[in-house]
């Protein structure tokens, strides 16, 4: 990750919740369970429903599991 997120969240069908917190920590991210204007990033999966919502409102780049995954190896 070259600038890590202040903030993601992770409504996630395969990679599970705890292991991509982890992954985000380890790179050095502080990982949050809600959107708010701080939110750099939020990782969506199939049925975000109303985090992307609010992300979507508030303008933040939204991710899906193969694009964070992607982000993590670069």
Do not use: C, W
């Not at 997120?5 to 809600?34: H, I, M, N, Q, W």
């Not at 204007?37 to 939204?62: M, N, P, Q, R």
């Amino acid at each position: 990750i070259r600038r890590p997120p202040r903030s993601t969240l992770f409504p996630y069908t395969t990679l599970f919740r705890s292991e991509a917190k982890e992954a985000l920590r380890k790179a050095g991210a502080t990982v949050t369970d809600s959107v708010s204007k701080k939110t750099d990033f939020l990782i969506v999966g199939e049925d975000a429903g109303s985090k992307l919502d609010k992300a979507t409102k508030l303008g933040i780049k939204t991710l899906t599991e193969p694009e964070f995954l992607q982000m993590l190896e670069s």
